[in-house]
């Protein structure tokens, strides 16, 4: 078992190891497992980056991010950052990006609207996460697959099978009408998110309930 204190000196050189980030800027505390990062970045992305790179370190079992996002004062209007969204949409999904819709308020971005594969969605907020004067990405985007589903409780459990990072005996998969529920345990964050991508890739997918535990 890992003490809490190996996890956040773990937490604090992954932080530190990430080019990104400026990890003087930033605490992390630890307790039973349960990793709280606070501090200030000056961009969304980092805040996100931040997170990424807590969940990476093994015998973190919950995250807390109230890391706060503290932009330059260069007045940046809303007007301004949903029009470098749109151009960035259209630049990563040329094809769907009619189908996504901006709203921003106060340099905090909503993404509406639909796709056909979650990939699409991840990529669209990954192309406005880093825009200069974004505060934060609420992505509201649905899925409505272009082709009919199969069997698609049986294609994620072989997917699973097939990555080297999922011990697919320790997650179940249940399957209604499209939406997925992933239960189980796990003995980290990185294997938790793999099994939630794997899921999204079946054919027919409309939406994954992620319930993975993460445990030893």
């Not at 956040?8 to 050189?13: A, G, L, Q, W, Y």
């Not at 996002?69 to 769907?96: F, K, M, N, Y």
């Not at 200069?132 to 994620?156: F, H, L």
């Not at 529920?181 to 938790?192: D, F």
Request: net charge neutral; aromatic share 4%.
């Amino acid at each position: 078992m890992i003490s809490d204190s190996e996890v956040r000196k773990n937490v604090e050189h992954e932080l530190e190891w990430d080019a990104r980030l400026d990890a003087s800027e930033l605490a992390v505390t630890v307790k039973s497992g349960v990793v709280t990062l606070t501090g200030a970045v000056h961009c969304y992305g980092h805040k996100v980056e931040a997170e990424r790179a807590a969940k990476r370190v093994k015998g973190v079992y919950g995250l807390v991010n109230e890391i706060d996002v503290r932009l330059a004062s260069d007045g940046r209007t809303d007007a301004e950052i949903a029009h470098d969204a749109v151009a960035a949409l259209q630049l990563q999904l040329p094809i769907s990006a009619q189908s996504v819709k901006v709203i921003v308020e106060h340099g905090h971005i909503r993404l509406e609207g639909k796709v056909n594969w979650d990939y699409q969605r991840q990529r669209a907020e990954g192309a406005v996460r880093n825009l200069r004067g974004v505060k934060s990405v609420q992505n509201q985007i649905t899925i409505a697959p272009a082709v009919s589903p199969r069997d698609i409780r049986g294609e994620i459990q072989a997917a699973f099978h097939r990555h080297a990072q999922i011990e697919a005996n320790r997650v179940t998969v249940g399957v209604q009408s499209g939406h997925v529920v992933l239960a189980g345990t796990v003995r980290t964050w990185a294997e938790r998110e793999e099994a939630e991508r794997a899921a999204w890739m079946a054919p027919g997918v409309v939406g994954v309930r992620n319930n993975i535990a993460i445990g030893p």
